[in-house]
């Protein structure tokens, strides 16, 4: 799901750090510097990088614009090859039976078993193309606020890496402990109530052994 969508699912980050000088010129470095390749290695189960908003599948941020109005929006890809296991089951079954009948044996050992495995994997993979996963991100610079249109763990975790090595600034993900936390609004004495909030422990509707109206 994208910034276009018609649902949306959305994780809120504040930037620690600001770029001061050369705004512009720095955010432009780092999104081509950690673009997305357009070669796919046929050995990588995950490739990922940053893409124009308005052109996911071309990473060409000199022809694509990544600023609209006061915002830089821009999009993360993360592309991912799979091979089904029935299907890898499948070939090492067909590898076996062809090398036992080209040498006339009744059975091979664990470690001839693990070497076809590896080896079936890896031409799989290199034959499987892999599936693109693309997500939008927004970004309000003076405000020092993200929006990443996604909350999966995984793809939330590698925006996060990839964002810090891109732009040398850290992405914090807002909770509503986070927001207290560096919020104005409230005092410390308030501030230390909430953080040191404890879940609390209560079982609704539980029979207590002995304990029955007789």
Known sequence: MGLLSSSVSIARY???GKI????????????????????EDEYAEVTMGWTPFES?????????TFTFGDFFLFSFRIDKKSVPSKII????????????KEEGRQFISKNEKKE????????????MPSTPNIYDVLWNHEAQRVLFFSTQKAANEE???????????????????????SSDSFSDEERDMVLNLAPANVNRGKVVAGDSNE
Do not use: C
């Open 159 to 181: 925006l996060e890496t990839l964002f810090s090595k891109s732009f040398k600034l850290r992405l914090i993900r807002l909770f509503p402990f986070t927001i207290i936390e």
């Open 14 to 16: 504040r930037v620690d």
């Open 20 to 39: 001061e000088e050369n705004v512009m010129e720095t955010i432009h470095a780092g999104l081509k510097q950690n673009a997305i390749t357009t070669i």
């Open 116 to 127: 076809i495995r590896e080896s079936v994997t890896d031409r799989l993979m290199s034959q």
């Open 89 to 100: 089951q499948k070939h090492v079954s067909i590898e076996i039976e062809k090398k036992l």
């Open 56 to 64: 996911n599948f071309n990473p060409d941020f000199e022809k694509f």
